[in-house]
């Protein structure tokens, strides 16, 4: 599944509070993202209606309340999101993504060794 709408960087905050455990109510998830944020229960509400309206959660009734779960998985959206970089930023290529790591020193040893394994199993 590919996620129509972007989702903004405080979205994600939500998103990833979701991922972590879910359903939650509102107030659950503005107590999970409360640390370092001074943000209201009504402005989590409103992140999960717009998060609602890209269709990329859902709210289930459990009496008075609301239980919010994603529809999209962390993985699937990662994937839509490293996909629309690459292709944004790179004319779809992935060698001038790593090139221009490379170049500003932020490969480390371990990311060097992870991708020459997975270059070694897409050759085999």
């Known amino acids: 599944m590919v996620v129509g709408e972007k989702i903004s960087e405080a979205e994600l905050v939500v998103m990833e509070a979701l991922w972590e455990r879910a359903p939650q109510t509102a107030a659950d998830v503005a107590d999970r993202v409360a ?29 008075r309340r609301f239980l919010y779960r994603p529809l999209v998985a962390r993985e ?14 790179f004319g779809g290529r992935v060698s001038p993504l790593v090139a221009q790591l490379a170049s500003q020193d932020q490969l480390t040893a371990e990311d060097i060794a992870e991708l020459e394994e997975i270059l070694k199993g897409l050759r085999s």
């Open 35 to 63: 640390a370092g944020r001074d943000w209201s229960v009504q402005t989590v509400k409103t992140l999960l209606s717009r998060l609602m309206a890209k269709d990329v959660i859902a709210a289930d009734q459990d009496g």
């Open 76 to 89: 699937e959206y990662v994937a839509s999101e490293s996909g629309r970089l690459v292709n944004r930023l």
